[in-house]
């Protein structure tokens, strides 16, 4: 995820302490119930994803950070879930530390050529559920593969 000018603006002031970051992420499946990953340039895979920006609602960013980080419109189609809590805190290499709650949209595009449109993405691949990399966040295997017709939420 870049780091927009308003999460530099909160840097300056916290540090590398934990920031709680309102996050999404997009599940695209292609034809042949393949799902779209991205490798980021630090090796690790993800699915599209990223911070919500002020005044944008988390449709808005889905369709914003599938759009840099693919090359692809997409269209959201539900939500899957929504993710958080100690499975979901992350540390960059910088030594930044946040807490994510994702909402985790299920998505289609028009188009399966991407593009990346940013620096963070090394490449672009498609994954079916038995050949699927270990991801930097642990989604459920389900949502990934949009099984879940319920949707899915974080229970305590």
């Given at each position: 995820?870049?780091?927009s000018?308003y999460?530099?603006?909160l840097?300056?002031?916290?540090?590398?302490?934990p920031?709680m970051?309102?996050?999404?992420?997009?599940v695209?499946l292609?034809?042949?119930n393949?799902?779209?990953?991205?490798?980021?340039t630090d090796?690790?895979?993800?699915l599209p994803?990223?911070?919500?920006e002020?005044?944008?609602?988390?449709a808005q960013a889905?369709?914003r950070?599938?759009?840099?980080?693919?090359?692809?419109?997409?269209?959201?189609?539900?939500?899957?879930?929504v993710?958080?809590g100690?499975?979901?805190?992350?540390?960059?290499?910088?030594?930044d530390?946040?807490?994510?709650?994702?909402?985790l949209f299920k998505?289609?595009?028009e188009?399966e050529n991407t593009a990346?449109?940013?620096?963070?993405?090394?490449s672009?691949?498609?994954?079916?559920?038995?050949?699927?990399?270990?991801?930097?966040?642990p989604?459920?295997l389900?949502c990934?593969?949009?099984?879940?017709t319920d949707?899915?939420?974080?229970?305590?």
């Amino acid at each position: 995820m870049s780091a927009s000018k308003y999460l530099k603006h909160l840097r300056e002031k916290v540090g590398i302490l934990p920031l709680m970051i309102p996050a999404v992420a997009a599940v695209i499946l292609n034809e042949r119930n393949e799902l779209l990953l991205q490798r980021k340039t630090d090796g690790s895979w993800s699915l599209p994803a990223g911070m919500i920006e002020p005044k944008e609602s988390p449709a808005q960013a889905i369709v914003r950070e599938v759009y840099e980080e693919t090359g692809l419109t997409a269209h959201v189609e539900r939500i899957l879930g929504v993710f958080g809590g100690e499975d979901y805190s992350f540390t960059y290499p910088n030594g930044d530390q946040v807490d994510y709650t994702i909402v985790l949209f299920k998505c289609r595009v028009e188009d399966e050529n991407t593009a990346p449109r940013d620096r963070e993405t090394e490449s672009l691949e498609w994954f079916s559920k038995t050949s699927l990399p270990e991801l930097a966040l642990p989604y459920p295997l389900a949502c990934l593969f949009a099984e879940n017709t319920d949707g899915y939420f974080d229970k305590t």
